[in-house]
């Protein structure tokens, strides 16, 4: 089958097969002939396995620990119960303290938001885990594209550098001048290209931070 065929099939988007195969959970043979993937019944089920334990909140990391056989199904799911029965206790508590605020009658602009944050720091010390919207500073995800970017623009302007010394140091031995355009022309394309690709990387990023902070 191919992937169109199984994203009907399954009910999961060709985006979600794709990122699962990058992740490892999924590996569909390839057509030697012209290098597609190709799926069949095995990869059909492992999909729909993939389906149901995501459904039911399982991280893939233990999905994976399930597939190479470091842990059973019956082990990973009790342990994703006790992760659940945590969540439930943490939803019980903002559930009680939600009330009380009704409760209390309060208004906000007189809420003493203070004294109750005061209050969700200590059972955090104790356990209890509210929503984290505590965001690291993300200047590292912004690190590397740009030294990239960097390196590529140094060594293509170099190159343009030395053929242009080339040129004025030996006018009389230079190819003609059209011909050292068009060589000029790489490096220089490279360049924009490098740009272009470290622009999108950064509106990828910004984007993901904020679809982060959306969920807050």
Same mark, same amino acid.
């Given at each position: 089958?191919?992937?169109? =065929?199984? @994203?009907?099939?399954?009910?999961?988007?060709?985006?979600?097969?794709?990122? +699962?195969?990058?992740?490892?959970?999924?590996?569909?043979?390839?057509?030697?002939?012209?290098? +597609?993937?190709?799926?069949?019944?095995?990869?059909?089920?492992?999909?729909?396995?993939?389906?149901?334990?995501?459904?039911?909140?399982?991280?893939?990391?233990?999905?994976?620990?399930?597939?190479?056989?470091?842990?059973?199904?019956?082990?990973?799911?009790?342990?994703?119960?006790?992760?659940?029965? $945590?969540?439930?206790?943490?939803?019980?508590?903002?559930?009680?303290?939600?009330?009380?605020?009704?409760?209390?009658? @309060?208004?906000?602009?007189?809420?003493? %938001?203070?004294? !109750?944050? @005061?209050?969700?720091?200590?059972? =955090?010390? @104790?356990?209890?885990?509210?929503?984290?919207?505590?965001?690291?500073?993300?200047?590292? $995800? !912004?690190?590397?594209?740009?030294?990239?970017?960097?390196?590529?623009?140094?060594?293509?302007? &170099?190159?343009?550098?030395?053929?242009?010394?080339?040129?004025? %140091?030996?006018?009389?031995?230079?190819?003609?001048?059209?011909?050292?355009?068009?060589? %000029?022309?790489?490096?220089? &394309?490279?360049?924009? #290209?490098?740009?272009?690709?470290? $622009?999108? $990387?950064?509106?990828?990023?910004? #984007?993901?931070?904020?679809?982060?902070?959306?969920?807050?």
């Amino acid at each position: 089958m191919k992937i169109n =065929e199984v @994203e009907q099939l399954v009910g999961i988007t060709k985006r979600n097969i794709r990122f +699962y195969e990058k992740e490892g959970l999924l590996s569909p043979s390839r057509n030697s002939d012209n290098g +597609y993937r190709e799926y069949g019944e095995a990869e059909v089920e492992t999909l729909k396995q993939i389906k149901l334990l995501r459904k039911l909140d399982v991280p893939m990391e233990e999905i994976r620990r399930m597939q190479q056989g470091a842990l059973t199904l019956t082990d990973g799911l009790r342990r994703h119960l006790i992760h659940l029965e $945590r969540q439930q206790q943490n939803l019980a508590t903002t559930h009680a303290l939600c009330q009380e605020l009704v409760e209390a009658g @309060e208004h906000l602009p007189g809420l003493d %938001a203070g004294h !109750y944050l @005061e209050r969700m720091e200590h059972m =955090e010390q @104790e356990g209890v885990r509210f929503v984290n919207i505590k965001k690291k500073d993300t200047i590292q $995800r !912004y690190v590397g594209p740009v030294m990239v970017c960097a390196l590529i623009v140094a060594l293509m302007a &170099g190159l343009i550098a030395l053929m242009l010394w080339a040129v004025l %140091a030996h006018p009389q031995e230079s190819p003609p001048l059209p011909l050292i355009a068009i060589f %000029a022309l790489f490096p220089g &394309g490279v360049i924009l #290209g490098a740009l272009a690709a470290l $622009r999108q $990387r950064i509106r990828e990023i910004k #984007g993901g931070e904020e679809d982060a902070a959306s969920q807050y």
